[in-house]
């Protein structure tokens, strides 16, 4: 199976299955913090930077039964879905356009009463100020500080080319994106 075969959802699609049958398997794959911010009422949190394929496919029983999966807009569920499916999950669903879609539609949220900033702002937002540092500090300091923000313009580079961040994955381990200990339904 090639990630060709990952299914796609719309959230009000999903919310209606979900409806039919509440045993369905939703997993949101954000970082904690996110994921206690506002998350699908009822969907289980499996951060991306800690999914273990081997583990989950384990927990979750037969390869064939699809998993519905969320993050903030598609991007790290696509991501989730493609390691699940390398695993042996055979079906694997995203939910077009995320939490994002899900709010947006008006459907059934939990808010467990933090407030995160979504990680690909906390991403732009650190690599914004160490361009700014470094360009600044090649100015005002030494012209060998130009190695900053070099450096950061080719990680962005790369991420943008390969769809890996490894900054992004430094940032969602981060103590503000981890679970308050609130988290209902979040993995072990």
Known sequence: MKTTDIGIIKADDLATLWRQNPALAVIDVRTAG??????????????????????????????????YILCK??????????????????????????????????????RLGRNVIPLDRQMRTAAGFFIFLGALLTLAVSPHFVWVPLFMGCGLVFSGLSGLCPMTNVIARMP??????QSCGAAS
């Open 176 to 181: 503000w994106n981890r679970s308050s200990g």
């Open 34 to 67: 996110e994921y206690e911010s506002v998350h699908a009422k009822g969907a289980r949190l499996f951060p991306l930077q800690d999914l273990d394929p081997a583990r989950f496919l384990a927990a979750h029983g037969a390869a064939e039964t699809p998993v």
């Open 73 to 110: 807009s598609g991007v790290r569920a696509t991501q989730a879905a493609e390691k699940l499916q390398a695993a042996g999950l055979t079906r694997p669903i995203v939910v077009e356009g995320g939490t994002d879609a899900w709010v947006s539609a008006g459907l059934p949220v939990e």
